[in-house]
């Protein structure tokens, strides 16, 4: 039955490759303030990397500021693009006099920077629309882009979020026959640098893969219905082991601690602190090219142009190419399901589709930052895809492939063959995510195990440290602290400077003073 598994899995992988292979530019187009010249210019350098044709692009005299007012919105972004679609057909119209759009020849939108981010709310009144009961059905305000989504839809409702039809769709949204949605994707940041680094990161990292670690960042939070966000990534866990991506993944109620060994960071899910924070702001870190980074936090995007406030912005600025926010407050449930998200990038869509897919409401607060084409994991699915003769992107390549032929075995057999063949192939990651999924599972005598055998086996400093961090915690909770003091102190002796230093001596602090380990004698 295993069998039968796999070759559906194969087919459909092929199904997918060959939807993309259509060129997808065709029902792309790119707007972008014709004002602003950066806008411009970045507009015409993301349509020569993509293949798309000029007349895709459109030069919108919109205003300058990040929040407009629906007025503004309106007149100088939904109805001149309204009036475009018509004009250059990209909307099939029925034959009534009403002549409502039966589908439309464009699916993917990419708003470029300059044109405006979200939409504030109004309390004057709006013809057409209802205002429902406090507290989401009242909310007016949204993001640009959301709105942009339903541009066919003829509607005046803008209180309260719109059902979003491609919510939980497995399906290209070019073989959905007659649809007139829009997935509208961001190509915006802090910089005009950092935008152009996302389009270039993005077409490389589709030859090449996107290859690295991921860091998941649960909060652990049960209050308030809370837990919806700790399950998702949980999920996202669970969906990256099954195809070999190693995962940090961290529990505690605070997000990542300061100088934490962040390392080739390709994938980052975590919530929920209202401001970049943790490794994220040592000097330096920089995400692996193509990285798709998201924090869970209702004003995670109010503002694209401070690198330092809210999370989008930030991560971009960090060298991430996606991500996904929200310019006003959401409410947990109505964002994106960041297991849907994870999911559909897996298996080898669009960011854009991915994206939407992702999130139940359109007409509301969410923000989608990169290039609406990116399929970061399209590698996957290409038979003949590069190797890379890179030692380490080896690594990882390797971990994913023995996951995909193995992990359908039992917990056990998996693990005993993986650990023979990480062994074998001195495969430094796979090792200690090996030692990771036995810590999850209780197992801290076989983790640390594993952690020193990965310690032995990196060469980097910050690798081994993280993997000093994760190995004394087992130790410690395998009641033998003194293991875990003594590890700490012999690292200590050699590294004093390195950012997990401090993390390193509160491990010390904390053990020593603990009634189990007296203090060592000078």
């Known amino acids: 039955m295993k069998h039968y598994r796999f070759l ?38 993301y349509a020569q990397q993509r293949g798309i044709a000029r007349d895709h692009l459109i030069g919108l005299a919109c205003s300058t500021e990040e929040e407009i007012s629906r007025e503004e919105y309106d007149t100088t972004i939904a109805e001149p693009l309204r009036e475009i679609f018509k004009q250059r057909q990209w909307w099939r119209l029925r034959d009534t006099p009403e002549q409502t759009i039966a589908g439309s020849n464009i699916h993917f939108v990419a708003t470029i920077k300059g044109i405006p981010l979200k939409i504030r709310g109004t309390t004057s009144p709006y013809p057409g629309d209802v205002p429902g009961p406090a507290p989401i059905l009242d ?7 959301s709105e942009l989504a339903t541009l066919a839809i003829p509607t005046r409702q803008i209180s309260g979020p719109g059902d979003n039809p491609y919510f939980k769709s497995f399906r290209p949204i070019t073989a959905i026959e007659d649809s007139t ?89 975590g919530w929920y602190t209202q401001n970049v924070a943790g490794p994220f702001n040592q000097p330096g870190f920089r995400f692996v090219p193509g990285a798709v980074a998201i924090h869970i936090h209702s004003f995670s995007a109010s503002t694209l142009r ?37 999911d559909r990038l897996l298996h080898g869509f669009t960011l854009a589709e991915s994206a939407y897919a992702s999130l139940p409401a359109l007409s509301w607060m969410a923000v989608v930052v990169g290039d609406p084409l990116y399929r970061p994991y399209a590698t996957w699915l290409q038979i003949d895809a590069a190797r890379d003769s890179n030692k380490t992107a080896a690594n990882w390549r390797m971990y994913h492939e023995f996951a995909i032929k193995y992990f359908p075995n039992s917990s056990s057999q998996y693990r005993l063959l993986a650990r023979q063949a990480a062994s074998r192939a001195k495969n430094c990651p796979m090792i200690e995510d090996l030692g990771l999924m036995e810590a999850g599972d209780g197992n801290f005598s076989g983790a640390t195990s594993y952690f ?71």
């Open 181 to 269: 949605q829009l997935l509208v994707c961001r190509l915006d940041g802090p910089t005009t640098a950092a935008v152009r680094q996302i389009i270039v990161d993005s077409i490389a990292v589709e030859k090449n893969g996107l290859w690295g670690r991921a860091y998941i960042d649960s909060a652990h939070n049960t209050s308030g219905g809370m837990e919806l966000g700790d399950k998702w990534l949980s999920e996202v866990k669970e969906q990256l082991h099954k195809v070999g991506v190693p995962v940090v993944y961290d529990d505690l109620p605070a997000v990542f601690p300061d100088g934490y060994p962040m390392t080739d960071c390709a994938l980052y899910y």
């Open 452 to 522: 020193q055998q990965a310690r032995t086996c990196y060469t980097a400093r910050d690798d081994i440290l993280r993997v000093v961090l994760e190995e004394a915690d087992a130790w410690t909770k395998q009641n033998k602290p003194k293991r875990a003091l003594d590890l700490v102190r012999s690292v200590l002796r050699i590294v004093s400077d390195a950012p997990a230093t401090p993390l390193l001596r509160k491990i010390e602090h904390d053990l020593t003073t603990s009634p189990a380990i007296p203090p060592k004698k000078p």
């Open 139 to 145: 909310r007016n305000e949204a993001s640009v882009d």
């Open 8 to 45: 559906f899995l194969f087919f459909f992988a092929l199904a997918i490759d060959a939807d993309a292979e259509a060129p997808l530019t065709a029902s792309t187009i790119v707007v972008y303030n014709k004002t602003v010249s950066d806008s411009v210019a970045l507009a015409t350098f």
């Open 306 to 342: 401070d690198p330092n406030v809210g999370w989008v912005g930030p991560l971009i600025a960090r060298g991430a190419a996606a991500s996904i926010g929200n310019v006003y407050e959401p409410f947990l449930q109505i964002t994106a399901h960041l297991d849907l998200f994870n």
